[in-house]
């Protein structure tokens, strides 16, 4: 008998699984990836719109900031996810250029799609793209120009330009001066420190140049910015110490301390429950007393042990008990209790305070200094002041503006302002933006492009023609026309114009550099490592498996609860 006609079909995946395979998959993952990248375009440069964003439960996000606005859309294809992992590692490494980084991305998949659609293998693409991006990198690094801590100037030029296009920008000299008087605070103790170093141990010039490195390292995370709706963004000031969302616990205590000893409690000023439900049972009147009487001499010595180090200014982060707090108003002390840990590591930062676990350990030693510690109305909102820090190693800028969307567009723009900042004097190079060191290093790429034999040269070519997205958004967020921008652009190149970008604001083509407008070479660097990366990986995909829902916990496998199994033991 012939059973050929029976055969049943072989299920190696469960069949609710759906998968793709082939050209079908590259094409279904380039188009998620060039419709994020297509999101975020619009908002590139500084004549770049922004986006409104509605959650769920109804708060508006209005930004242009790349990565807030791919991080709030929620976007939930794989492919288009991993480009959203570009815009997060570009602002964990840098702060600044995330949709450089995305546009990036969708143009390198989307010229590769050209190539494609031209029986190009994909494996050929990676491997020029891979050639491009070493190429462009050595490039970049060449055409880079030095800058460290003393050049105030060009610091303060990387600061306008990175808020040029955002909220910030109609006060960006104001903005830009407060940021780099910030960071020149910050790293000045740490230089001092380096600088004596430098000259003890520095026999060559290789060891020379690595103290030097060592001044220029700046943590992004002691220039801290708080916001308060109210007033003017004119308003915005540099604290040199940091403030804090706390008043004082007591209207008894000193409005204002001046030469502050500040204290830094991880424990509470309170007597401790026991670890165990416990009772106490009084039977005499007389003992409720002596007990209430025990309560207060543990208390009270707390309290004076915190008195006897020294302290004008104690931040606790935990509790203070009532009696405590009375104690410490008749001491003068100022207090705030229930600080955040991150707070308090802040201020240890600002005052050189050491934050003390045990109270009994609590000594001079462990006090920070600060010139002036107040309490101060902000707003409708009574907050602590901590400033005149002399060694701080941490300073808060306290933004302005007339209402919460608008701060906190400013607080994004000083927070990339920063970030660039920060990346200019990590490896002490900058470059000019406006597109100028696109077209440059894409100059650069096709001339590489035609000592090439194989097809690579093709894909060399087309990631050349990817960088000159750059200048193109720029000239059409503007309003010019992207072609004759570019014909323009080109021509400044081929005569030796490296620094020839586009000036949005005149449509015409400017020394970007003259101009000031600098980035700094992480940016590009991170940038296009990134989106190469990630453009050869989705380009190397073929197959798409995406699985079915998981099984309910109330439906097992074999189906449906109340559907049993013939052989089931009952």
Known sequence: MNNSNNVQPIFILPQDTKRTVGREAQRMNIAAAKLVAETVRTTLGPKGMDKMIV?????????????????????????????????????????????????????????????????????????????????????????????????????????????????????????????????????????????????????????????????????????????????????????????????????????????????????????????????????????????????????????ERIIQSGATVLFCQKGIDDLAQHFLSKAGIYACRRVKKSDMERIGKATGARIVSNIDDLSAKDLGNAGLVEESRVGEEMMTFIRECPHAKAVTILVRGSTEHVIAEIKRALEDAVGDIAAALANGKVVAGAGSIEVEVARHLHAYANKLSGREQLAVRAFADTLEVIPRTLAENAGLDPIDAMTDLKAAHDKGQEWAGIDVFTGKTFDAWEAGVIEPLRIKTQAIASASEVAVMILRIDDVIAGGKAPDAGNPPGGPQGMHSPHADY
């Open 55 to 303: 959650d769920a439960m109804g708060d508006v996000i209005v930004t242009n900031d790349g990565v807030t606005i791919l991080k709030e859309m929620q976007i939930e294809h794989p492919s288009a996810k991993m480009i959203v992992e570009i815009a997060k590692t570009q602002e964990h490494e840098v702060g600044d250029g995330t949709t450089t980084a995305v546009v990036l991305a969708g143009e390198l998949l989307k010229n590769a799609e050209a190539l494609l659609d031209r029986d190009i293998h994909p494996t050929i693409i990676a491997r020029g793209y891979r050639l491009a991006a070493e190429q462009a990198q050595a490039v970049l690094a060449s055409l880079a120009k030095p800058v460290t801590l003393k050049d105030r100037d060009m610091l303060r030029k990387i600061a306008m330009t990175a808020m040029t296009g955002k909220g910030a920008e109609a006060d960006k000299e104001h903005l830009a001066s407060l940021i780099v008087t910030a960071i020149e605070i910050v790293v000045a103790e740490n230089a001092t420190n380096n600088v004596a170093i430098g000259s003890a141990v520095a026999h060559t010039d290789k060891t020379k140049k690595h103290a030097d490195n060592r001044v220029s390292v700046v943590d992004r995370s002691a220039v801290s910015i708080e916001v308060k709706s109210g007033g003017t963004v004119e308003e915005t000031e540099l604290i040199s110490g940091i403030l804090l969302d706390k008043e004082k616990i007591s209207s008894t205590m000193p409005q204002h301390v001046d030469a502050a000893k500040i204290a830094l409690l991880d424990c509470a000023v309170e007597i401790k429950n026991t670890e165990i439900d416990a009772k106490i049972s009084i039977t005499d009147p007389k003992h409720m007393q002596a007990f209430l009487d025990m309560e207060e001499q543990m208390l009270r010595k707390m309290t």
